[in-house]
């Protein structure tokens, strides 16, 4: 037995050691990180005055609700310097005007004059001429007497010589006309040109002084107010602070020396380490990764005297939180144990409890014909055609190597595929709308994988159908299009914009509508100044069809920012209800989060009237004769897409 031992303690130290080099070359399943928020931190590059803060430190605020109000005595004393620089040059050129204007009346005048005394001569020397000739024949009838022709040729060469005088007494007049003309031309162009580029100045101090009030950003609660009403705040001085009201963002920190497989857009999951452990663990997305090595903080030390280095890891909380913030927590990256998985399963349903999507589930779409698979229909548009009392669907996919355009029922079941024209050439179909007449289809214009942007993901297509046969079917690039007007429009912030999605080859539209003979084409990338959504509108429809050109303008730019955390949303898709215009938009991550907006067009003012977590909302239309808008859903490839009634408030029918 003695002999037996030493063998033993030699083999289990030898699996100690094994297991001891195994853990410290395995890949870390976790790391440690701290609870943070997002803040919106107010301060003006200008100074101000504070008029009244319309909200409390502590008092919970919702998105777009106004939480500031100042005012900047610059503004209005500029305002009024302008209108009198623009009321001067405006005085000067009409004086100016009018002098050069007077001079060329009085050279009109001196023209008319000179003109008529010449003329009178003529007329003189025409009648002198007809009386000597009438004198001539009389006298030669009489008594055969001859006049001499010298008399009559020399007043037909004077009235030879007053035509002349009368031809370059008008040119030389009619010259010192034109140099005058071209000098008031001259004096108006670039007071034009002063005067347009101080309205310019004029109208960006409007905009400016609209900005003085401020709305949140996100959902959230206020921070610190560090000013009274009354008080004159400094250029960049921090005025206000908004944060969100739980902690919706995680910073991590990985330990350089351990191989960890992160990534951007993976999910992990977030559980305190100091709450009890039967606590659910919270689901969250990696949002950025950083791309160099820093110290740790204080709190993911494990002692505070011996210093630690690590990459920042960035996590997006995607289910309700309940943390604090600063609050250590623990990051896992794959769920391992049955009991781990049965806790955020339960974590999410509890998370997910108020949100009406968990409430009223998504219906899937169905079919009745065996001919149609719809596990490859990709829902990415939705179009009811009140003419036909039916609905039809876009894919963005191709069904057998033809555009995906599917007739839905009243119910919206899939009946039927739309049968197009042989001599289509549409891909990635990504809108559909309806001017009354013909229904219009968009490609994406976005460019695929390989960085190509072929011919197919170009186009506009427009056509007529009756029993689900179309006709009258034209298609246009609107690629070109839009390039035509960029090169048109040089100077406008429309070519300044498609120059940008151009050149870094962002441009992408999922959405249009045509009203009015305008068509409307909202933009899912890029966006403008770095958050706002952009809709062009396009004047002339038929213009376009015809291969004429047309011009065009920036109609609406509108930051659909997430009301939890302030992040920019893509826009998807948008249909216009009278005054009304819903929109869609995605979140910018691989997490799934949709959301549906209300545009009142006529006073801008946004709302945000549902939350779709989990889906990605691709389409909307409107249905006039139950009042109700449908929503449909691209659940991936292989998947069968869903959709959702809803009333014009965003709730679920």
């Known amino acids: 037995m003695k002999k037996a031992i030493l063998p033993i303690f030699w083999i289990l130290a030898m699996i100690g050691i094994f297991e001891l080099a195994d853990a410290f070359n395995r890949k870390s399943e976790h790391f440690f990180g701290i609870a943070d928020n997002r803040e919106q ?9 504070i008029i009244q803060t319309l909200a409390l430190e502590g008092e919970d605020v919702s998105q777009g609700m106004s939480i500031l109000e100042v005012k900047r005595h610059d503004l209005v004393s500029n305002q009024n310097t302008l209108d009198e620089q623009i009321k001067k040059l405006k005085l000067e050129k009409n004086e100016a005007q009018q002098t050069i204007t007077s001079q060329i009346e009085s050279l009109v005048a001196n023209k008319q004059s000179t003109l008529a005394d010449i003329d009178q001569k003529i007329h003189e020397v025409e009648a002198r001429l007809q009386l000597i000739q009438h004198n001539k024949m009389l006298a030669e009838s009489i008594s055969g007497t001859r006049i001499a022709q010298e008399t009559i040729a020399s007043e037909t060469l004077e009235i030879a010589d007053l035509h002349k005088k009368s031809h370059y007494a008008a040119e030389a007049i009619q010259a010192e006309i034109n140099n005058l003309t071209r000098q008031l031309n001259a004096t108006r162009r670039p007071v034009d040109a002063q005067i347009a580029e101080l309205q310019g100045n004029k109208t960006e101090l409007q905009r400016q002084n609209k900005s003085l009030t401020v709305n949140a950003q996100f959902n959230g609660r206020i921070g610190s107010i560090h000013f009274k009403p009354g008080d004159l705040v400094a250029a960049f001085q921090p005025i206000m602070t908004v944060n969100s009201a739980t902690p919706t963002n995680v910073k991590g920190f990985i330990q350089e020396n351990i191989l960890n497989e992160v990534r951007i857009g993976q999910t992990v999951w977030v559980k305190s380490i100091t709450l009890n452990h039967d606590e659910p663990p919270l689901e969250g997305v990696v949002e950025s990764l950083g791309n160099r090595i820093v110290e740790y903080p204080e709190r993911i030390k494990k002692d505070p005297l011996i210093n630690a280095w690590g990459r920042e890891v960035v996590i997006r909380l995607t289910t309700k939180s309940s943390l604090l913030f600063g609050e250590k927590v623990d990051i896992f990256l794959n769920q391992k144990e049955a009991p781990f998985q049965w806790l955020a399963l339960i974590g999410k349903v509890h998370a997910g409890a108020p949100d009406a999507r968990k409430a009223t589930p998504l219906n899937v779409l169905t079919t009745a014909n065996p001919t149609i698979n719809m596990k490859n229909i990709e829902a990415s548009a939705l179009l009811w055609n009140p003419k036909e009392s039916h609905y039809l669907l876009l894919s963005d996919e191709q069904d057998g190597d033809k555009p995906g355009i599917f007739i839905l029922d009243k119910n919206a079941a899939v009946t039927d595929k739309l ?44 056509f007529k159908y009756q029993h689900n046969q179309v006709s009258t079917q034209q298609e246009i690039d609107l690629f070109d299009v839009l390039t035509a007007i960029k090169d048109q429009q040089p100077e406008s912030k429309v070519a300044t914009f498609l120059t940008q999605a151009m050149s870094d080859h962002s441009i992408d539209i999922e959405s249009h509508f045509v009203k009015d003979n305008a068509l409307y084409l909202g ?15 396009l004047n002339n429809v038929e213009a376009i069809f015809a291969g004429k050109d047309t011009a ?3 109609w609406q730019t509108i930051a659909l920012k997430d009301p939890n955390t302030g992040e920019p949303t893509q826009l998807s898709d948008m249909v216009l209800v009278d005054d009304k215009l819903f929109l869609l938009s995605v979140a910018r991550t691989s997490a799934k989060n949709s959301y549906l907006w209300r545009v009142m067009l006529k006073d801008n003012s946004l709302k945000n009237l549902t939350h779709f977590p989990d889906v990605n909302a691709e389409g909307i239309t409107y249905r006039p004769d139950t009042t109700s808008l449908v929503v449909v859903f691209d659940e991936g490839k292989n998947n069968i897409s869903k959709y959702q009634k809803l009333t014009l408030d965003g709730v679920a029918q």
């Open 41 to 49: 931190n107010i301060s003006f590059q200008y100074p101000v005055e």
């Open 552 to 554: 065009a303008e920036v």
């Open 419 to 462: 049968v197009m024209q042989d001599d289509i050439s549409i891909d990635d179909l990504e809108s559909i709308s309806t001017d009354g007449e013909y229904i219009y289809v968009s490609s994406s214009l976005s460019y695929n994988k390989n960085d190509e942007l072929k011919s197919k993901r170009k186009k506009l297509l427009r």
């Open 523 to 537: 933009f899912k990338a890029p966006f403008m100044d770095g958050s706002s959504a952009v809709i062009l509108k």
